[in-house]
């Protein structure tokens, strides 16, 4: 089982207790995490590490900074994966990163 493991505290920390600009920060990760989810599948398509370590990077950094600690954690192993030349990591956890990703749903 995997856990989103959300910090909204700090979420709203970093944007000065802004419900409204959470929300907006937070539909825009869907979208763009929707995007990046398609790369990663793409690029374990086509064996190819460096387009792994792109998406998950963008991904890792995205979700630092809404608090979003269990997609960082995932994201940051695939992309060490990928900066190790491997798919391995994201081949294997492309499933529990869109479970995860399917959570923010529910926020």
Same mark, same amino acid.
């Given at each position: 089982?995997?856990?989103?493991?959300?910090?909204?505290?700090?979420?709203?920390? #970093?944007?000065?207790?802004?419900?409204?600009?959470?929300?907006? %920060?937070?539909?825009?990760?869907?979208?763009?995490?929707? &995007?990046?989810?398609?790369? %990663?599948? #793409? &690029?374990? @398509?086509?064996?190819?590490?460096?387009?792994?370590?792109? @998406?998950?990077?963008?991904?890792?950094?995205?979700?630092?900074?809404?608090? %979003?600690?269990g997609?960082?954690?995932?994201? #940051?192993?695939?992309?060490?994966?990928?900066?190790?030349?491997?798919v391995?990591?994201?081949?294997?956890? %492309?499933?529990?990163?869109?479970?995860?990703?399917?959570?923010?749903?529910?926020?």
């Open positions: 089982m995997v856990d989103l493991q959300w910090n909204r505290d700090f979420a709203l920390e #970093q944007v000065a207790d802004d419900e409204e600009l959470l929300d907006e %920060l937070l539909a825009l990760f869907k979208e763009s995490s929707a &995007a990046d989810l398609e790369l %990663l599948r #793409q &690029a374990v @398509a086509a064996d190819d590490p460096d387009s792994v370590l792109r @998406a998950a990077h963008s991904l890792k950094g995205a979700s630092a900074s809404l608090g %979003l600690e997609i960082r954690q995932l994201a #940051q192993a695939m992309e060490n994966d990928g900066r190790n030349g491997s391995t990591v994201a081949s294997a956890r %492309l499933s529990d990163l869109a479970l995860l990703l399917a959570q923010l749903d529910t926020l």
